[in-house]
């Protein structure tokens, strides 16, 4: 696989390289080639280095948007150790896609982490650290509870250029 500025080729088993496809977005997406099922994706620098405002990580939006996944998924729930792994995956997986398509913030990674419990008076404290930039950087969380169960959702949101 040869990769340049201008032109991604690929040779595969003696096979010539496949004619370069359109160009997708002019100033960051040059060619795509395909290898068998493959895509490779070769994107040009942007040096867009923060935000637009209209474009940031809002904690307020993304609670809302942890909080309506959350009440959701687990209103009717009771909790069963052996179900609530199961849970926290897809409840992670909702709540990634929602702030996605809910909260307009296109350039961030979006990290999900989900703990959940019983409910038994006990208490629990959840930690995270992480290195980022706090002028762009960004977390929300929320937390929710029935008589059986506790469950707790932190959303990190890392831009990237």
Known sequence: ??????????????????????????????HLAAMGDQHVHVWENTYIMHP??????????VQAAIKKVMEDYLKDKEYHVDEA??????????????????????????????????????GIRVASKCLWDVSSDNWASY???????????MVFGCYYE
Do not use: H
Not at 101 to 116: L, W
Not at 143 to 153: E, G, K, Q, R
């Open 85 to 122: 792994k199961m849970w926290t995956l897809d409840l992670s997986n909702d709540i990634k896609a929602a702030v996605k398509a809910d909260c307009n913030i296109p350039r961030y990674k979006v990290i999900v982490q989900v703990v959940i419990g019983e409910s038994a008076s006990q």
């Open 52 to 61: 637009k405002d209209e474009e940031k990580f809002l904690p307020s939006k």
């Open 143 to 153: 937390t929710y509870t029935n008589n059986s169960l506790f469950a707790t959702a």
């Open 1 to 30: 696989l040869k990769v340049s500025r201008q032109t991604v080729v690929a040779t595969v088993a003696g096979r010539p390289p496949p004619p370069p496809a359109p160009r997708l977005r002019e100033q960051s997406l040059d």
